[in-house]
């Protein structure tokens, strides 16, 4: 059965801990600009909410990579981007409705979720989250 992150907005308090573990399991650095899931911050409405890929069923991403760098794992449906292939031609960002393809000019690639593909007992950005 495909799987996809499910957010619930209302309890998250913008703690950042998701960014983090996310950052942490797949680069070793805490650094929330390498996270794969971002809190966007509604400063008028005083919330966060946070999002990341969908691992939507029409994977535009996938479809428009020229290399296809972006596979879809059989085991959970994640997209899952192959990085010794990707060009970082950014293609797949333009294709992504949702803004959650995301290129990273120090590797000259691109990042997205694919739910800890490879990391066992992931996403840990849902077990790091202390709200759930
Ligand atoms: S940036 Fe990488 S994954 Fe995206 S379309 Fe180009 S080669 Fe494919």
Known sequence: MAKALNFIIEKCTGCHQCELACSAVHTGAFNVELSRIRIFIMEDENKNVPYACLQCEEAWCMHACPVEAIIEST?????????????GCKVCTIACPY????YHPDSGKVVKCDL??????????????PSR
């Open 75 to 87: 085991e959970t449906g994640a997209k899952v981007l192959l990085d010794d292939v990707c060009v």
């Open 99 to 102: 803004g959650t393809v995301v």
């Open 116 to 129: 800890c593909e490879g990391h066992e007992e992931g996403p840990y950005c849902v077990s790091s989250w």
